[in-house]
């Protein structure tokens, strides 16, 4: 299956009923996906700004006591992102941030909204590291699984708080294999 179908149907499988999000080039194959798959369990809500998105991932997670999950594009959507992520973090409230990035292919060549750390461009790994529990970049379809448990685990377990992964565009219409995740 693809990797943004195995996607929903991970987070659907966490009982997540909603992703918080603007949508954008880099982050649209996960709303596609939504859209096909979320059968009335899984809704993208469009938000105005992606800081807004954050809140109300956070909201969500502190007054249903679960996980939040947000998603944005990469650039300034990430960038603007951070913002409520950190909140999160500061107050310890479990929210996942799915974040699309440009191609791989693309990365340090001069890609739009580059965050690779390459050249002068935003070193999203390092960025993200500061406000949250665990952060990863998916960039093989095989890895999928590990970071995506790791992620939602590190959210919910010891003290909560925010994780976030990064999908390369090119990542989302990879084949995965059959879910292995242990929630």
């Given amino acids: 299956m693809k990797l943004n179908d195995a996607l929903v149907k991970a987070l659907i499988s966490l009982n997540v009923r909603y992703i918080f999000g603007v949508s954008g080039a ?21 938000t105005k700004t992606e800081d807004g998105e ?12 679960k996980l ?21 973090y500061a107050e310890s409230v479990p929210v996942l941030a799915l974040v699309g990035q440009p191609p791989l292919v693309l990365e340090g060549k001069g890609a739009f909204q580059d965050s690779s750390g390459i050249g002068r461009t935003v070193d999203s790994i390092k960025l ?3 406000v949250t529990k665990y952060v990863a970049k998916v ?8 970071h995506l448990t790791e992620a939602v685990k590190s959210a919910l377990s010891g003290r909560p708080g925010p994780a976030v992964l990064m999908f390369p565009r090119d990542i989302f219409k990879q084949e995965v294999e059959g879910s292995n995740a242990i929630w």
């Fill in 68 to 88: 939040g999950v947000c998603c944005s594009t990469s650039g300034g959507g990430m960038m603007n992102l951070i913002t409520g992520i950190a909140e999160s």
């Fill in 139 to 146: 960039s093989k379809p095989d890895d999928f699984w590990y």
């Fill in 26 to 46: 880099n982050i649209e194959h996960l709303h596609d996906a939504i859209h096909r798959l979320g059968e009335g369990k899984l809704q993208s809500v469009m």
């Fill in 54 to 65: 954050a809140f109300m991932a956070d909201c969500h997670a502190r007054v249903h006591r």
């Fill in 128 to 130: 993200w590291s500061a």
